[in-house]
């Protein structure tokens, strides 16, 4: 169980950091189609948001303690910190390299859930990643560092 609440602290301590980049992104994004990333920054920090309160509630039910303090957040952030450009598609590339670390300790979280036996937790986790996947499938689609020449000439 110990493995667990530690897996689960250090999401929660990456998903903090996940909503704040998102929501820095939301009010910092300038330039061309600003009011398009603007909405697509506010929907994944509103998501990423709805999910911290939830996390801590689950350590909760582990007899476990959420970090008391930002500095214990940062301090147990495994995220790294991105350069900081405030155009839309270094935004969105950003936010793209956090959200796919952010799926890659979704998926060692839903491990440790399972292995505990802990269904409802596991559930939850599975629903995340989910929600995080359609982020990546949104924040990828908006950023032209992905997009491959030879699939756009095939559009033409």
Known sequence: MENLVQVLKSLLCDTYA?????????WNVVGRDFSQYHDLFGAIYDDAYGSIDRLAENLRKLDAF?????????????LAQGPVAFDPDSLARDLLASN???????????????????????NF??????AHKKWRWQLKASSSATIDPAQLAELD
């Open 18 to 26: 996940f909503y704040y980049r998102a929501h820095q992104a939301h």
């Open 100 to 122: 796919d670390a952010l799926i890659a300790k979704l998926r060692v979280a839903f491990i440790a859930a399972d292995s505990a036996n802990e269904q409802g937790i596991a």
């Open 125 to 130: 986790i599975a629903e995340r990643e989910d």
């Open 66 to 78: 959420a970090p008391v303090s930002l500095r214990e957040v940062v301090d147990g952030c495994g």
